[in-house]
């Protein structure tokens, strides 16, 4: 390797001059960031299991999980092995007119393991592409059939489907939706389930489904799908789910005849405890859309998988024009597809769905240190995702402008973690493969820093 590419070659100092040069950071407020010169896990040069090590050489729990990518830890030597060895035959080239074993490979894992009836496996390379995938391809099934009216979308309010304008438009995160919405598309959206956005005791659950109902009727024929992150709505704040919505919806799509998208990109590959979030309720969506954890959190992957029916509406004859005409040139990547099969085959063999549960329940247990604290507001969890609501002492919200949350997770650094707040919410979410020992510490690094943040 050329010596300039050597984290040494450089002081901590230098490469943040260097980034501040160049390099425009995702989702961050810039003139803050080149203004801040805390060198505290900022320039990270190495991983090491469930840690990340920054240039200085400081160790610190990768508690976010690399933004809720990271599956088994970090220089996992059979994903790294899988990589190499691809790599001796090829690292790339086209699914358009030509297919790879890797790909192959990978997507009869993915039949395996995702529920059932879902046969066929469209690669991409982010959540918000696999969204944007099944966006399109429910539209297209109907319109294949003849049914080409139904253009509507119905979406959860405070979801998160990615970046791009399709999947912003599906999205109901206020702040990135107001500043697009000239740009977005109309969708429909429902209040979301939770039972925290209806504090005065109509059940928000049957409020959802009601609206949901009344959408499906309104606009019967119209609806080509129902799209929704299951069990819980992540990027909004870890915002949970009643137990039976994913199923009510479920049967409300089948009642009405519309196509049900789950995007599993967050909760997928054993993050709820189960492999997958439709387990834990035995739903079988139309359309699933995977990425995140699916390589490990090594390699850009993402796929969105069907049903044989969906698949069978794009079968015809050439002038049929029943073609799904979406590509993007990385798609099916081969080393990224290795890299997922041994990140999947792993699960196995280490037996990883047996583990989550003593994980899980370790979080809950640990967390109960502070669940009464006056400045913890309210504490979600499904599986291993779990969200740290912190309040002001009156119980109401901080002033965004204080940015607490964030100044929370920068303290937690001292305490040897890295981890992401959403808003004031402080999230965990460990790989599903941490050992208990290094979840625990990780958990009571979190408990100190709010303690002590608080004291
Ligand atoms: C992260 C996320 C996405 C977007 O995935 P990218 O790879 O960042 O494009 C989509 N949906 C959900 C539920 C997510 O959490």
């Known amino acids: 390797m050329h010596d300039s590419f050597l984290p040494s070659a450089r002081s901590p100092q230098q490469w943040m001059e260097l980034d501040n040069q160049a390099v425009w950071h995702p989702f961050t407020p810039m003139r803050q960031w080149q203004g801040d010169s805390n060198e505290l896990g900022r320039v990270i040069v190495d991983g090491d299991g469930f840690e990340l090590i920054d240039a200085q050489g400081r160790r610190f729990i990768d508690g976010f999980a690399s933004l809720w990518c990271n599956l088994h830890g970090h220089r996992v030597p059979a994903i790294d092995d899988a990589i190499r060895k691809q790599l001796e035959h090829i690292a790339h080239t086209t699914m358009l007119g030509h297919t790879s074993v890797p790909a192959i490979r990978l997507a009869e894992k993915l039949v395996e393991i995702s529920p059932a009836g879902l046969d066929k496996v469209f690669y991409s390379d982010s959540g918000a592409t696999a969204v944007e995938v099944a966006m399109k391809m429910a539209y297209q099934y109907y319109y294949n059939r003849g049914e080409g009216t139904r253009s509507r979308f119905i979406a959860i309010r405070n979801s998160y489907h990615g970046d791009t304008i399709g999947s912003v438009s599906l999205g109901g995160i206020g702040l990135f939706h107001r500043i697009f919405k000239p740009l977005l598309f109309e969708a429909h959206f429902v209040d979301s389930p939770c039972e925290f956005y209806h504090p005065a005791g109509e059940k928000a659950m049957d409020v959802s489904l009601g609206q949901m109902r009344s959408l499906l009727e309104d606009y019967r024929g119209e609806v080509c799908a129902v799209i929704l992150e299951p069990l819980m709505q992540g990027a909004a704040g870890m915002l949970k789910h009643p137990e039976g919505y994913l199923r009510a919806v479920r049967e409300l799509t089948h009642e009405f005849g519309v196509k049900l998208i789950v995007d599993e990109v967050a909760t997928g590959f054993c993050s709820t405890g189960k492999m997958f979030a439709c387990d834990h ?134 305490h040897g973690i890295i981890i992401r707040p959403l808003g004031d919410v402080i999230v965990l979410m460990p790989a599903p493969a941490m050992d208990l020992a290094t979840l625990e510490r990780l958990l009571d690094a979190t408990i100190q820093t709010i303690v002590d943040y608080f004291a």
């Open 281 to 414: 309720e035995d739903v079988s969506p139309d359309l699933l859309c995977l990425g995140k954890k699916i390589t490990g959190g090594y390699l850009p992957i993402a796929a969105t998988l069907a049903t044989q029916d969906i698949f069978d509406a794009f079968c015809g004859e050439i002038d049929e024009g029943k073609t799904f005409y979406h590509g993007h040139t990385y798609t099916g990547n081969a080393l990224g597809c290795a890299a997922a099969v041994a990140a999947l085959e792993l699960i196995d063999e280490t037996n990883l769905l047996d583990a989550l549960p003593a994980k899980v329940d370790l979080i809950t247990t640990k967390l109960d240190a502070v669940r009464e604290h006056p400045n913890v507001g309210d504490i979600r969890q499904v599986g291993l995702m779990t969200g740290i609501e912190l309040v002001a002492s009156d119980a109401r919200a901080f002033d965004p402008a204080s940015r607490t949350g964030a100044a929370i997770c920068l303290a937690a650094r001292q």
